[in-house]
């Protein structure tokens, strides 16, 4: 059975959306599955002859099987480390939807599953009236949550898993990413996060940079997209 299409959302920025995504990647392509990553929309790009090229979409391109364009990986890459609907517009551009499910579609054909990471956290503004919560809705993707375990991470996990279901997404589980080492109590957080959440964990990462390692950690995480998966390409 392949795996479906998934969108990895997060309860904020700098929670390891990409760490996470390149993992799962990494898991899929374990299990036997050809996976791609996508990051539709990303700001903080650097000029490069290529053009234009930002840090994490590279990453989730590098993890991919096969050689996606990059275009494909990234529709919209903007110069400025800000939020996206800012950077769009010092640009004089804007992101559309459009772009982005022909991109998804165009992947799609070259993989069993494609991992599209969002940007910033469930709200965060891509256009004046678009928000990141559009992506998985206008792409009819499911949502892993990823929960970055740091002080705040309660509140901020309930009200996102809060928000997905306000907006009529289908949360499948949520990953657990260590973000601060010195946390207090953190595997009480870890408990309570279990017994609060209403989705099932699927999976605690160790804390290690290289996102390669945590294949294990996602076994569950790969079981959860064969499940969901309606029917083969």
């Not at 949520?174 to 009480?188: R, T």
């Not at 279990?194 to 290289?210: F, H, I, K, M, Y």
């Amino acid at each position: 059975m392949s795996a479906p299409d998934v969108f990895i959302a997060g309860t904020d920025t700098g929670i390891g959306k990409t760490h996470v995504s390149v993992a799962l990647l990494h898991a899929l392509r374990a299990a036997g599955q050809r996976a791609v990553g996508m990051k539709p929309v990303a700001s903080g790009c650097e000029r490069t002859p290529a053009g234009l090229r930002n840090a994490d979409a590279l990453a989730l391109q590098s993890a991919s099987s096969g050689s996606p364009d990059y275009a494909d990986v990234n529709p919209f890459a903007f110069i400025a480390p800000v939020s996206p609907h800012l950077a769009a517009a010092a640009e004089g551009r804007r992101v559309e939807l459009a772009p982005i499910r022909a991109a998804r579609a165009r992947l799609a054909t070259q993989a069993d599953g494609v991992v599209v990471e969002g940007v910033g956290g469930w709200l965060a503004p891509l256009a004046d009236d678009l928000l990141a919560s559009a992506l998985p809705r206008a792409l009819d993707l499911p949502v892993i949550l990823v929960v970055g375990l740091r002080l705040g991470c309660l509140n901020h996990a309930l009200l996102s898993a809060r928000a997905i279901a306000a907006d009529g997404v289908r949360l499948l589980g949520w990953i657990a990413n260590p973000v601060d080492p010195e946390m207090a109590l953190a595997a009480e957080n870890l408990a309570t996060l279990r017994a609060l959440l209403p989705a099932p964990c699927l999976g605690v990462l160790a804390r290690d940079p290289d996102p390669s390692t945590q294949v294990a950690a996602l076994a569950a995480a790969v079981a959860a997209l064969r499940v969901h998966s309606p029917s083969p390409r």
